[in-house]
C-alpha cells in the first residue's frame, strides 16, 4: 500500500509510503489516502489522526512531476479535483487530523499539512509552495489555506518566489504550532493524540465544527453557533459525566455519548 494505516486505541496514524519518491502525492497515493481518512472518519473509536511520511527525509515531497508531465489540462483539473475531494474530506471530519512533518514538506505535500487541523514539525523541517518554477500554480487548495494561515501577503510572497520556508520561520509565521527535534515529531505528535483522545470526543468534534465553520461567518452568526451547540452539550452523556468527574475528583470515561 502506498498509505499504511495502524490504529492504538483511539488514535490512527497514516504514513504516505513512498520513500523512493520522496512520498510524492500521485492519484493512486490520493485514493489510497481517501480510503483511510474514510475510515477513519466512519469509526467512532478513532478519535485523532496523525498524518506523517515514510523515510524521514520528506513529509511529501510535492505532488508526483512524472505523472503529471503530459496531462492534458481537463486530466490536470480532475487531478486536482481528487486532491480538493480528499483533503476536505478531513477537514469536514469530527476526526482531528495532525501532521507530523519530518523533511521537505513541499507542493502538494504543504497543502495536505495545511489541510490537517494542525502541523508539528521538525526544527529542519522545509515548507512552501514552488509550482511556479514548473510554470504552475498550487493544485490542491494551497492558495486558499496558506492565506488563511498565514496571511494574504505572505502567502503570495511565497507562492510566487517559491522560496523555502524552514522551521524557526515556520513556527514564527504561524505555519506550523509546534517544532521538535528530528526523529522526536511523530512521537510527540502521537502523545499529544493521545491527550487529545482522552477528553470528550463530541466536545472536541463541535470545537472543530464550530472554529472552521466560524471563519467563514460574521461573527454573530459564529456566535450563535456557539450557544447552540453549548446548551446541546448539555444534553449528551459525556457532558454529564464529565462535570460529575469533576465534583467528584476523578478521571472521566468519555464514551462520545
Not at 98 to 111: D, N, Q, R, S
Not at 152 to 173: K, M, N
Request: with cysteine; proline share 3%; aromatic share 6%.
Amino acid at each position: 500500500m502506498t498509505v499504511d494505516l495502524q490504529i492504538d486505541g483511539a488514535v490512527a496514524t497514516l504514513t504516505i509510503n513512498r520513500p523512493e519518491a520522496m512520498n510524492a502525492l500521485n492519484a493512486e497515493v490520493l485514493s489510497a489516502l481517501d480510503q483511510h481518512i474514510r475510515r477513519v472518519d466512519e469509526d467512532a473509536s478513532i478519535r485523532v489522526a496523525v498524518l506523517t511520511g515514510a523515510g524521514g527525509k520528506a513529509f511529501v515531497a510535492g505532488a508526483d512531476i512524472k505523472a503529471m508531465q503530459g496531462m492534458k489540462p481537463e486530466t490536470a483539473r480532475s487531478f486536482s479535483e481528487l486532491g480538493h475531494r480528499v483533503f476536505a474530506r478531513m477537514e469536514s471530519s469530527g476526526t482531528v487530523f495532525i501532521a507530523a512533518v519530518e523533511g521537505y514538506c513541499l507542493g502538494g505535500g504543504c497543502e495536505l499539512a495545511l489541510a490537517c487541523d494542525w502541523i508539528n514539525a521538525s526544527g529542519k523541517s522545509t515548507f512552501g509552495q514552488p509550482e511556479v518554477n514548473l510554470g504552475l500554480v498550487p493544485g490542491f487548495g494551497g492558495t486558499i489555506r496558506l492565506a488563511r494561515k498565514v496571511g494574504q501577503a505572505r502567502a503570495l510572497q511565497y507562492c510566487s518566489t517559491a522560496e523555502f520556508v524552514r522551521g524557526e520561520e515556520a513556527l514564527r509565521v504561524g505555519l506550523v504550532n509546534a517544532l521538535y527535534e528530528p526523529g522526536e515529531v511523530l512521537t510527540k505528535t502521537q502523545e499529544q493524540a493521545q491527550g487529545i483522545a482522552s477528553k470528550g470526543p463530541l466536545a472536541v468534534a463541535n470545537c472543530k465544527r464550530l472554529i472552521r465553520a466560524g471563519l467563514d461567518l460574521p461573527q454573530e452568526r459564529g456566535n450563535a453557533m456557539e450557544q447552540q451547540a453549548f446548551g446541546l452539550m448539555f444534553g449528551t452523556a459525556d457532558g454529564q459525566e464529565g462535570m460529575n468527574a469533576y465534583a467528584e475528583k476523578r478521571a472521566a470515561e468519555f464514551k462520545g455519548e
